[in-house]
């Protein structure tokens, strides 16, 4: 019991980062992928999205979004989706206690002289979709 409780930690820990594909968000909500078109179902296994194409197809395609935000334009409701990832920035630690202009996602912690870079991951946003009554109507993607 002593050995299989780090164990199951460490695995849990291994599986949270592993990335989810197109194929594994298929497999998880099979129900939602047989109710796609023929058409739609080829986009999402290639990870791909189209206009019409509606809120499921798009989470399957692309996954859950980091940020939704509702509207509505004329007399028609809106929702647009953001994607988002991290990259890391590699800085170097200020001296006597002073925060760095480069850090500044970093809270300054008072911790005194450093040595070595520091890594600190910026957000910054890889996609966005536009629907318009529950159906894609447009969208942009990092390249």
């Known amino acids: 019991m002593k050995i299989f409780t780090p164990l199951l930690l460490i695995g849990l820990a291994l599986a949270s980062c592993v990335p989810m594909t197109p194929q594994a968000r298929i497999d998880q909500h099979p129900e939602k992928f047989t109710r796609l078109s023929a058409q739609h179902q080829t986009l999402v296994r290639q990870g791909e999205i189209a206009q019409g194409m509606t809120q499921d197809a798009v ?7 980091a940020e939704r935000f509702v509207g509505t334009k004329g007399m ?3 929702e647009r989706w953001y994607y988002e990832d991290s990259r890391p920035l590699y800085t170097t630690p200020s001296f006597n206690n002073y925060p760095s202009p480069y850090r500044p ?3 300054h912690r008072g911790d005194g002289w450093g040595m070595g870079p520091e890594i600190v991951y910026v957000p910054y946003r890889t996609g966005s979709v536009w629907f318009l009554n529950d159906r894609v109507e447009s969208w942009e993607r990092v390249r």
């Open 59 to 65: 989470a399957l395609a692309w996954g859950e979004p």
């Open 76 to 78: 028609a409701m809106t």
């Open 105 to 107: 996602y970093h809270r």
